[in-house]
C-alpha cells in the first residue's frame, strides 16, 4: 500500500540516484530499527532529504500514525507538539538536534530519540511486504502553524489521503509513471507531502529533491533532471 517496487528510480538527490527497491530496503532498515510491530505514533523532526521519506515510511511499516514536525520549529513548539501526541519514537537530524534535545527536557513521557545521521542502513533479508493499513485509520498528524493559539493537530486517515491521490491520478491524470516530481517545500505540510512525496511514490514516479529553496539550487534541479511537475 502507497509504497512497492516500480522497478526505476524513485528518487534523486543531488548527484544520488535511488531506485524503488533500494528505497523500500532502506525503510525496511529503519523499520527494523523500531523494535515494537505496533507504535501508535511516529514523529519526524527533519529537513528535506532522503532519510525523511525512510522515516516516514518505516512508521506506516510499523502501523504507526506519523506526525512531521517543522524542522524550523522552536523548542516550545516541539514540546508542545510531542506533549499533545506522544509519538513514541522521534526521528531527527544533527540540525534539529539542539532544538530537539531541550525540548526533551519539557516532554512529560521519554520518546525514543534517533538520529538519522547516525543510522546506518542495514540490508534485511526476507522482509514482509509493505502491510495493507485500514483505510478508517488516522494515517498522518498535521500540526497547524498555531498562528492564531496553539498548534492544532489535524488527523488524516489513509482514505483521506486515497481520495486525494486518485483525484489527481485517476479523476484528472495529472501525475503519471514518466514524471518528474520536484520535492521543494517542506514535507511537514500536507500539500507537499501528498503532491511531491506520497502521490509520486504511489504512481511510480521519480520524486527529485532540490537541495534548499535557494533560486540557484531550484534553477540546477530543473535543469538537470527534467522535471515537469511542480507545486
Not at 525512510?54 to 507538539?81: L, Q, R
Not at 509493505?130 to 498555531?146: C, K, W
Request: hydrophobic fraction near 40%.
Amino acid at each position: 500500500m502507497f509504497l512497492k517496487d516500480h522497478k526505476k528510480t524513485a528518487i534523486i538527490w543531488k548527484d544520488q540516484q535511488i531506485s524503488y527497491s533500494e528505497l523500500i530496503e532502506n525503510v525496511n532498515s529503519y523499520a527494523s530499527i523500531l523494535k515494537k510491530d505496533n507504535l501508535s505514533k511516529v514523529a519526524v523532526f527533519s529537513e528535506n532529504r532522503p532519510e525523511w521519506i525512510y522515516a516516514f515510511y518505516s512508521g506506516w511499516k510499523k502501523n504507526a500514525c506519523v506526525v512531521p514536525i517543522d524542522f524550523m520549529s522552536s523548542s516550545e513548539d516541539v514540546a508542545y507538539i510531542l506533549n499533545d501526541c506522544k509519538p513514541e519514537v522521534i526521528f531527527y537530524s544533527n540540525q534539529t538536534k539542539e532544538v530537539i534535545l531541550k525540548a526533551n527536557e519539557e516532554l512529560a513521557y521519554e520518546p525514543s530519540l534517533m538520529n538519522i545521521d547516525e543510522i546506518t542502513i542495514e540490508r534485511i533479508a526476507g522482509v514482509s511486504e509493505f502491510p495493507q493499513r485500514d483505510l478508517n485509520e488516522t494515517a498522518v498528524i498535521i500540526y497547524t502553524s498555531g498562528t492564531t493559539g496553539s498548534p492544532k493537530g489535524v488527523m488524516l486517515s489513509f482514505d483521506n489521503l486515497l481520495v486525494n491521490i486518485e483525484s489527481v491520478t485517476t479523476d484528472a491524470e495529472i501525475y503519471k509513471k514518466e514524471d518528474k516530481v520536484m520535492i521543494l517545500l517542506p514535507l511537514h505540510h500536507i500539500f507537499p507531502l501528498l503532491g511531491t512525496a506520497i502521490v509520486t511514490l504511489y504512481t511510480g514516479s521519480t520524486a527529485v529533491f532540490s537541495p534548499s529553496m535557494a533560486s540557484e539550487d531550484i534553477m540546477s534541479t530543473l535543469q538537470n533532471n527534467g522535471i515537469n511537475i511542480i507545486i
